[in-house]
């Protein structure tokens, strides 16, 4: 399932395929920012991230209704069921640390989870029953999204039209993955880099300024752009390296690694927190400097392992290539379409960060958006 996921579903010609969802989802969501008014950057880029991901996995046919931009009218829902299994993956669970308890579910973790599960398992489900209903007797039909990729992959139809239970198990698991694994990482990676960007004016108008020579100030940014925006490259791998943490990876066979045993079914941390400070490697490590990105010696696949934003070898993140365009797609068009300030009366930002999946902001990042292109964009303005 791995190797199907990254060949058909989240390989640079499969994501090239579908961009145009991707680039209609995210231009819906800058539409639907208030200008003027108070901002979550976190809640905007969320829906920017999750809609897209929607978007090109099941938004671009006949097998699901779309809002504007191609977002699946599962969307909210979709969105909100992430948002708390982001926050129960997070919680601190006392059966992990003492595993005779797990079946007491002292903490009730495993039965929001059960319940969380079958509100996902519900919404898949009826968006691959639409899907598979709206094929029946359309011989050659094709859509242009990932769930047609996927049915075509998995398409192992009985005489009915229905998918066979293993395969239709496996592809609503595959699914799962796809739209959900790296939406909140990603979008806390958002809102990071916009933290330190506000932080730094200096690297704030060296990066608008890039976007307007290479985008053009009367343009919309399309993901074909991103190749060109070096600098908003760099931000993003600096942000990654001050801020990401590889998720924990379990051991599938015993192991020794520098001396020490690691059982099957051990749960291993990488301390990426402390390799990315590291000051043997990184001048002035704590300081945001995306200028030491520039030379390209680093990249997100983990070549060196004094830069590991998502992890490496066989193992590396299978979501890279999607969190990255992302990342780059959703940040330069916030920068792009909005000048961004702090809300009157606040001066200093809070770094603060607390444990989760990944390190989320104890105060999340609110900012003021004013419009750089308000009549292309459309966008609503509140003053």
């Known amino acids: 399932m791995r190797k199907v996921l990254a060949r058909e579903v989240i390989s640079n010609q499969a994501l090239d395929a579908c961009r145009a969802l991707r680039e209609g989802a995210v231009l819906a969501g800058i539409r639907e920012i208030r200008a003027g008014e108070p901002t979550g950057v976190f809640e905007a880029a969320f829906k920017m991230v999750v809609d897209s991901t929607l978007a090109m996995l099941w938004g671009g046919g006949g097998g699901s209704e779309s ?43 495993q039965g929001q989870a059960t319940k969380l599960a079958k509100r996902f398992d519900c919404i898949i489900t009826s968006v691959i029953e639409r899907r598979l209903k709206d094929l029946e007797g359309k011989e050659g039909m094709v859509f242009k999204d990932l769930l047609q990729i996927l049915l075509q992959v998995q398409g192992r139809a009985d005489a009915t039209g229905r998918l066979l239970s293993d395969s239709f198990l496996h592809f609503k698991g595959l699914v799962l993955d796809v739209a959900s694994g790296g939406s909140d990482p990603a979008t806390t990676l958002i809102e990071w880099a916009m933290t330190e ?105 983990g070549s060196s ?43 200093k930002l809070d ?29 609503e303005v509140q003053f």
């Open 197 to 301: 960007l506000l932080n730094d004016e200096k690297v704030m108008t060296k990066v608008v300024q890039e976007l307007d020579q290479v985008v053009g100030p009367n343009n919309v940014v399309e993901e074909h752009h991103l190749k060109e925006l070096n600098y908003l490259n760099a931000v993003v791998k600096e942000t990654c390296r001050l801020h990401v943490g590889i998720m924990a990876r379990v051991a599938s066979q015993p192991c020794t690694v520098a001396g020490y045993a690691v059982p099957k079914g051990a749960t291993v941390f990488i301390n990426t927190w402390a390799i990315h400070r590291d000051p043997e490697f990184w001048a002035d490590p704590l300081q945001f400097k995306p200028e030491r990105f520039l030379d390209g010696r680093f990249d997100f696949m």
């Open 305 to 347: 392992f004094q830069f590991l934003p998502f992890g490496s070898g066989r193992r590396v993140c299978v979501g890279l290539n999607l969190a990255e365009r992302l990342m780059k797609y959703v940040l330069a068009s916030m920068l792009h379409s909005f000048e961004w300030k702090l809300p009157d009366g606040e001066e």
């Open 67 to 109: 809002e504007g931009g191609g977002a699946p009218i599962f969307a909210a829902e979709y969105r909100q069921a992430i948002g708390e299994m982001t926050v129960l993956l997070g919680r601190p669970n006392v059966s992990d640390a003492f595993p005779l308890l797990t079946r007491f579910d002292l903490q009730g973790i």
């Open 351 to 379: 770094f603060s960060d607390k444990l989760g999946v990944v390190a989320k902001k104890v105060k999340p990042l609110v900012a003021i958006p004013f419009p750089r292109r308000l009549g292309k964009l459309g966008c």
